[in-house]
């Protein structure tokens, strides 16, 4: 402690000492060069900032339906870099970006309990499913499926430029309400109740929260399920 406390004086002298000399040397040259030193630190602060990756959260424009199922997602885009700064140089990609989903009433009350939050599922992962085959009786075989969380992940990279859809919400054709969408449901024959997400027929908001290098970017969405699955969809708040 008292080594670092040391060096920080020391370095205040030298600083002090420049600064005095250079002044009594040749005072407006000496201005100068600190003025341009300062404004090149603050263009090069400027660019940093720029080269970090810049998260928007929007929803998806036409949510898909498969197999009768109707999924609602939203898109996490890692902006490209503005003009001219993209013709000389590129947005960092966005590394390791992971997403949470927290689900609350339209009054903004939690519907599941304290600090439980769904793991966001990126909807062009794999599924967490491997096909295994079984023998039948009478020598027949079959192949059913095996939950395995190996096989996906919750964390990807994202250019920039580029974006990538994560899962919210899905709802079956004959169904009134609808669930969070992950990879700890997907064919698993008994999902402990912790990693269920069922939402009854109503309206609901859905905070979504996506980390990236240490920050994170939240953006809000009302999810309209009191209507037919026609018109179940996202809003954005």
């Known amino acids: 402690m008292f080594s670092k406390i040391t060096s920080y004086l020391v370095s205040f002298f030298v600083l002090g000492a420049l600064l005095f000399f250079g002044a009594k040397a040749d005072q407006k040259a000496y201005f100068g060069m600190l003025f341009g030193a300062a404004f090149t630190a603050f263009i ?3 660019v940093e900032h720029e080269l970090r990756p810049q998260i928007r959260i929007t929803k998806e424009t036409t949510p898909p339906i498969v197999n009768g199922r109707k999924f ?3 898109r996490v885009e890692n902006r490209a870099l503005w003009w001219p700064l993209k013709r000389i140089m590129d947005r960092r990609p966005a590394q390791q970006v992971r997403a949470w989903i927290t689900f609350l009433t339209e009054n903004d009350n939690l519907v599941f309990s304290e600090g439980r939050r769904m793991i966001g599922r990126w909807a062009d992962t794999p599924e967490p499913v491997r096909p295994i085959s079984a023998n039948l ?20 990279d994202i250019t ?58 939240e953006a809000r969405f009302r999810i309209v399920c009191d209507v037919g699955i026609g018109d179940f969809r996202l809003e954005p708040l």
């Not at 009786?137 to 990807?156: C, E, F, H, Q």
């Not at 859809?165 to 698993?188: A, K, T």
């Open 137 to 156: 009786p009478g020598g027949n075989r079959t192949v059913t499926l095996l939950w395995d969380l190996s096989l996906t992940r919750d964390a990807i």
């Open 44 to 46: 090069a602060i400027c």
């Open 72 to 74: 609602l997602r939203v």
């Open 160 to 217: 920039a430029g580029s974006s990538e859809l994560l899962d919210i919400v899905m709802r079956g054709p004959n169904e009134n309400g609808c669930r969070g969408w992950h990879n700890r449901i997907i064919q698993r024959a008994d999902p402990p109740p912790e990693e269920q997400f069922n939402l009854e027929k109503g309206r609901y908001n859905a905070l979504v929260k996506v980390e990236v290098s240490g920050r994170s970017v």
